[in-house]
């Protein structure tokens, strides 16, 4: 399983790599993605597309990480402009702060 990593650091790389297109506060609308509050133990495909529902997992630490690893492999034909997050401390750090959203 993956260990937790900074949420200072994870939400400053939050705002640099993920806040154009996501929301984290509660209640708050989707923007060209959906709003991640409460993200780590949602079943996928309650905020996401059709693609992920047939995939029946749920948000957890090691989801995540693969998912921020390479989200084109994890969903394939996806249309997020995201090419992933390389460096495993920087993903971890995403995942803390993810997991402060509750």
Sequence with gaps: SVKMGN???GK???M???ISCHTTGKGEKHKIGPNL???VG???GTIITRKLKQKAIVWNEEILNDYLEDS???IPGTSMA???VKKTEDRKDLIAFLN???
């Design 37 to 39: 509050f409460g993200i």
């Design 12 to 14: 400053k790389l939050f």
């Design 82 to 84: 995201f090419y992933g």
């Design 72 to 74: 084109k492999k994890f």
């Design 42 to 44: 949602k079943t996928c």
């Design 100 to 102: 402060t959203l509750k």
């Design 16 to 18: 640099k790599l993920c």
């Design 7 to 9: 949420a200072v650091n």
